[in-house]
Each structure stands twice: as structure tokens, then as C-alpha cells.
């Protein structure tokens, strides 16, 4: 049987994977050569994002100056995009996961796969306060999820400058099929049985992330910048075994842990966004809007769904790096108190 992929998203990860998958499906006889991806339709200059995308073979808005493979089709109808897929690739921003669900329940294969590249959590009503992504993807869905996450700045991978990931899979087999559409000579795939350790490094990261820009806006220096490192290396390990027990140690040597907390407190989003909140003084969500074209920060909702369930459970002050960002972010703490309060 061939395998049929689709994208669900094309923000600035959904495009550069785009130019990957686009590139890997042509390579191996299994798989089909099309590939659509589900776009959020929008006005770009007058025209839709989708046939600019399939005219121009680059997504204008969310990765400029990056041609995509002609076999990526831009589609604006997330059912039509996924309903003969046999592999799903979940790459939006974590606030619409749960959307793109609902609208695809019942209307896929049963046989299809996926794999989250999503970094976020979803706020839930269960033991723990929340639930995987991956989680939310297989109950709603009834198919199993993997998990990608990795030391990936999109402009970075999208320009072919060599990196590292990390695919975490509970059924080999679902991580080697997704090993084959994302592995290139510049993007090095390693494959690990802890789909839990690789999503939740990939959530926490973004809100040490926020610390790394502040302590840059503090002006602070580089110790303090690694001592933030290390101090969230340390909560996101902590908080990954208090809630699964079975979260692997050796996970976060991968790509996934210690190699993405510190490309993203050097080069990300939230880093750029949290260091101009301490130089200007504006909220998140106004510099949100400003300075990030309509890509999305992950990091601040994501501090704040930790922190919701920390306080809920009575752990903030085994978790004081986490909790003070979320109050820098949300209750006009002031910066410095990152070093004060930790
Ligand atoms: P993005 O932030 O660049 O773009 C936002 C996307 O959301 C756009 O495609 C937009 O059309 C879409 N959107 C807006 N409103 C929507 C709605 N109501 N419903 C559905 N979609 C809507 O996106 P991204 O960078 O591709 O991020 C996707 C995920 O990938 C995130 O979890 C992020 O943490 C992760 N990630 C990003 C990078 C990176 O460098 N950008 C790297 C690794 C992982
Ligand atoms: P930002 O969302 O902060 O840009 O991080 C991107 C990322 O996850 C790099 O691995």
C-alpha cells in the first residue's frame, strides 16, 4: 500500500516541514507524490494565501523567500486536505488543536497515522489539569500520534542549515514510516520510545524561552542567561516525572531537551517578544501583534496553563522559574524579580 500525507498547517514550522515532506515523498516509492496542505485561508495583497501558495510555490506570509516543492497543494478545506490521507502531520499553533479535531472526527481513515510537531499543551479537566496534544489527537481521532520536536528554528531548517530532531513514537514501525518523510542530510532524525518526554520538552521549552528574553532585556549577561537554562532544564525534567513517571531521563539529552531550550532562549520568538516586553515596557500581546506578522506565541499561553495547574495542585514553590515568568506575564511582575524570586 502507499501512503498518502497531509499537512494540517502552514504557519512558518507548517512551511519549512512542507519543503521536507514535499522533498522526502518523491524520494521513496511508497509513498504518493501529492501532498496537501490544510491552510487557514487569508488575504494576502488582494488574493488568497492558497493560490498564492500554488502559483508561487511559496507561502509569502509565514516563510518568505523559501520555495516549496510543486507536489505541496495548498488547500483551504481541512476535510478535503486530510479525508484520503494515510499519514497526518498536526503542525498549528496549540490554541487550535482542538478545533481542527472536532472538525476531522469521523471524517478520516481509521488506518491513518499522525504525528504531532505541535509545541503546547491543552488545558483539561482530568487528574492532572491537562492533557497531551498527542493524547487529544489519538482520543478524539482513534489513531495513534508520535511526536517531533527538536532544536529547530524554521528559517534555519527551511534554509538547509544542519540540525537535529527528535521523533518520540509508541509503536516503532509509526516512527520509522514518519523517520522517512522527515530525515534529510540537514535535518537528522533521531527516533526515541518516549512520545510523553519528547511533547512535554517541547511545551515547557517555550516558557524558559520567555525567561531567556528577559534576562536579554535585563541586560543581564550570559551566566545568568545559562543559569536560567539550567534552572528550566531542571523544572521541565522535574515536572515531566512528577506527572509521568515513565518520561525518560536520556529524552532530554536529545535534540528535543537540552539542544532546543538553549536554540530557542538564542534565536526564537519568545525570546525576541519577552526581551522587547522588558525594553518597551508593552503587554505580550500588543508586541504579539507588532513585531510577529501573524505568527503566534506559544509560550505565554503555555506559562499560563502551567501555571493554572501548579497553583491548582499547591507545587509553585517547587516550581519557582515557571511560576515567576507566568507572573512577569500575566501580573505585571517586574522583570528583575526573575532573578529574585527564583
Ligand atoms: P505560526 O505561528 O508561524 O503561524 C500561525 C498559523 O496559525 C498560521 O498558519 C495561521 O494561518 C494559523 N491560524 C491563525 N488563526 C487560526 C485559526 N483560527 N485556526 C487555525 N489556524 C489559524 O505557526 P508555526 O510556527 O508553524 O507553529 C506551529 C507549531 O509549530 C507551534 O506549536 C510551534 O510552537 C511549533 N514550532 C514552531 C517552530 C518555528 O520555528 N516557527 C519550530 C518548531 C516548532
Ligand atoms: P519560538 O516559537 O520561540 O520561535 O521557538 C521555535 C522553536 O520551537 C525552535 O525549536
Redesign the pocket.
Known amino acids: 500500500m502507499t501512503e498518502k500525507v497531509a499537512l494540517i ?8 516541514v512542507a519543503k521536507i515532506v514535499g522533498g522526502n515523498v518523491q524520494k521513496f516509492d511508497h509513498f504518493q507524490n501529492e501532498v496537501k496542505m490544510w ?2 485561508e ?1 488575504q494576502v495583497d488582494g488574493q488568497n494565501l492558497t493560490e498564492i501558495i500554488n502559483t508561487k510555490h511559496e507561502n509569502v506570509k ?1 516563510l518568505p523567500g523559501i520555495k516549496l516543492p510543486e507536489n505541496i497543494v495548498a488547500c483551504p478545506d481541512l476535510i478535503k486536505t486530510c479525508e484520503d490521507a494515510t499519514m497526518l502531520v498536526f ?4 490554541q ?1 488543536v482542538a ?2 479535531c472536532k472538525q476531522l472526527k469521523g471524517k478520516i481513515s481509521p488506518k491513518c497515522k499522525a504525528i504531532s ?4 499543551v491543552d488545558v483539561e479537566e482530568n487528574d492532572n489539569g491537562f492533557r497531551l496534544i498527542t493524547d487529544m489527537i489519538q482520543d478524539s481521532l482513534g489513531i495513534r500520534a508520535c511526536m517531533l ?2 532544536a ?4 534555519e ?1 527551511a534554509e538547509e542549515r544542519f540540525c537535529e530532531t527528535t521523533i518520540g513514537y509508541r509503536n516503532r514501525e509509526d516512527g520509522e514510516l514518519f523517520e522517512a518523510i522527515f530525515h534529510t542530510p540537514t535535518f537528522r532524525v533521531n527516533i526515541v520510545e518516549d512520545v510523553v518526554g519528547v511533547e512535554l520538552c ?1 511545551a515547557l521549552k ?1 516558557i524558559i524561552a520567555i525567561g531567556g528574553g528577559l534576562v536579554d532585556g535585563l541586560k543581564l549577561g550570559d551566566n545568568t542567561k545559562a543559569a536560567i537554562i539550567r534552572i528550566g532544564l531542571y523544572e521541565m525534567r522535574k515536572f515531566a516525572k512528577m506527572f509521568y513517571a515513565d518520561v525518560r531521563d536520556e529524552t532530554f539529552f536529545e535534540s528535543c531537551g537540552v539542544a532546543d531550550l538553549v536554540t530557542t532562549c538564542a534565536g ?2 519568545n525570546r525576541k517578544v519577552a526581551e522587547a516586553h522588558v525594553t518597551t515596557g508593552k503587554s505580550f500581546d500588543q508586541l504579539e501583534k507588532e513585531m ?1 506578522g ?3 506565541l ?1 509560550g505565554t499561553s503555555t506559562a499560563k496553563d502551567m501555571y493554572g495547574i501548579l497553583s491548582k495542585k499547591g507545587l509553585c514553590k517547587e516550581f519557582p522559574l515557571m511560576t515567576t515568568i507566568y507572573r512577569i506575564c500575566y501580573e505585571d511582575l517586574p522583570p528583575i524579580r526573575i532573578v529574585e524570586d527564583i
Do not use: C, M
Open positions: 498547517g502552514s504557519g512558518n514550522w507548517g512551511s519549512a491552510v487557514f487569508e509565514y503542525v498549528v499553533p496549540h487550535f478545533s481542527v510537531l505541535i509545541k503546547g520536536s527538536g529547530n528554528i524554521a528559517t531548517v517541547g517555550n526564537g520568538r510577529l501573524g505568527q503566534k506559544q
